[in-house]
Structures are given as structure tokens and as C-alpha cells.
């Protein structure tokens, strides 16, 4: 009797519902291009390198350090760093930029979650300026709680569904170590190529008060390409 009753639960129970970006209106068709294109960039994803400037600084303690590196992902979606340089004071480095690259490269490993009605439930709430373009904001929920996650909002290029901001708190934290933790991902347009520039992230910790950490990144290039040289002085 028990095992045909939760058949018949489990039988009754109807499907989640496929989320439309078209049922959001006016902003439908923003959302939904963008969309689309994060599904064929996935399928067409190639291996690329990109140079990154890191600094980084505990205020509390009065430490600061920089550091130069190379950032790789793979065709997988992957991620690895590779330090050129380091300049300042070693807990920075250790503590702060250290963890920071571990938790993303550990995140890669295992899919970090992408920004689909699969992970984040969606609503458009207002227009605004990025530079001399035109951003629609979507607010962001996660449907769960996990690492790589975050509160908050989506800034889409007008018609065109081309990331322009992804800024929020963390839903779950990459360390027990940390109380909160925000970020701010800007991305920068050159010709057609949509990329990453830049990385603003700000946490509250327990045992070393603040942290923030700032991340400047060049244009990516295809990992088979070789950096362009510098002219002789």
C-alpha cells in the first residue's frame, strides 16, 4: 500500500516549468540572446591565455602585494594560473591571492555554475548607462545554495544580450574563513570580442578583518598564439 502511494505521489508530480526569457517582456529578447550565445560558446569554447594583474591588500594589518600572472583555460572550461612575478608582503600572497586562485581554479574543476535559469531565477528590473552603451539589469536569485553562486545582478547590453557586469554576494563562501564575500565582474567590448577586464572582490574574514582583492585582465589570446613582441627601445 505505502510503495503504491508514493508511486502515485511521484506519478502526480508535474514537471518544473521550462522558464521563458520572452515571458520577462520588453526585456525578453536581451536576456534570451544572451542566453543563446552562452550556450554556443560553451560548444565552441577554444583554450586561451590571458595576462592578469592582481593587487591585493589587507587593510587591517596594513599589508598590500601585487602580482603579475597568466591565466589558462582550457577547452573544458578548465582554469589554471601560472605566477610571473610578485611584488609585497608574503601573507598577502599566501593568504589572499593564493586562495583566491586556488577556490576558482578548484571551482573549474568541477563546472563552475553558469548564469542559467538552471542555477538563477530572473527578473528585469531597470535600465541604466554602462560608458556610451545602454544595460538592461536583470536581478539575480539563485535557485540553491553553492559555491560560485551569488546574489544580485546581471548587466546585459540593450538587444544584444552581451555581458557587460555581473556584481553580487557570495551565497555560499569559497572558506570557512570568510563571513561574506562580494564581487564585481566588468567585461569589456573590442571590436565583436566580449571579454573579462576586470575583477572587484571585497570580504569581511574572521581572523584578518578585511580583504580586497582587484584583478585587471588583458585581452584573452588563443593558447596556440604566441604574445606579440615588444619593438626593440
Request: with cysteine; aromatic share 8%.
Amino acid at each position: 500500500m505505502l510503495l503504491m502511494l508514493l508511486v502515485s505521489c511521484r506519478s502526480a508530480q508535474k514537471p518544473a516549468p521550462i522558464f521563458d526569457p520572452l515571458s520577462l517582456g520588453a526585456a525578453g529578447p536581451t536576456l534570451k540572446s544572451y542566453l543563446d550565445r552562452n550556450d554556443q560558446a560553451a560548444i565552441q569554447r577554444q583554450p586561451t591565455v590571458t595576462r592578469v594583474q592582481i593587487d591585493a591588500e589587507l587593510p587591517n594589518v596594513g599589508k598590500k602585494g601585487s602580482m603579475v600572472a597568466e591565466k589558462s583555460v582550457a577547452a573544458n572550461g578548465h582554469i589554471s594560473y601560472e605566477m610571473k612575478s610578485f611584488t609585497g608582503d608574503n601573507i598577502v600572497k599566501t593568504k589572499v591571492i593564493g586562495v583566491y586562485l586556488s577556490a576558482e581554479q578548484e571551482a573549474s574543476e568541477s563546472q563552475i555554475p553558469a548564469i542559467t535559469p538552471q542555477n538563477y531565477r530572473f527578473k528585469f528590473k531597470r535600465k541604466d548607462s554602462f560608458g556610451d552603451r545602454v544595460a538592461m539589469i536583470f536581478e539575480l536569485t539563485p535557485i540553491r545554495k553553492m559555491i560560485g553562486l551569488f546574489k544580485g545582478e546581471l548587466w546585459l547590453e540593450e538587444n544584444t544580450g552581451r555581458e557587460m557586469r555581473q556584481t553580487g554576494r557570495l551565497v555560499k563562501n569559497p572558506s570557512v574563513i570568510f563571513k561574506t564575500a562580494d564581487l564585481t565582474r566588468d567585461y569589456e567590448l573590442k571590436g565583436t570580442h566580449n571579454f573579462l577586464s576586470k575583477v572587484d572582490y571585497q570580504a569581511d574574514t574572521r581572523l584578518i578583518g578585511k580583504v580586497f582583492l582587484k584583478m585587471q585582465f588583458d585581452e584573452p589570446r588563443l593558447a596556440a598564439e604566441t604574445a606579440p613582441r615588444k619593438p626593440a627601445s
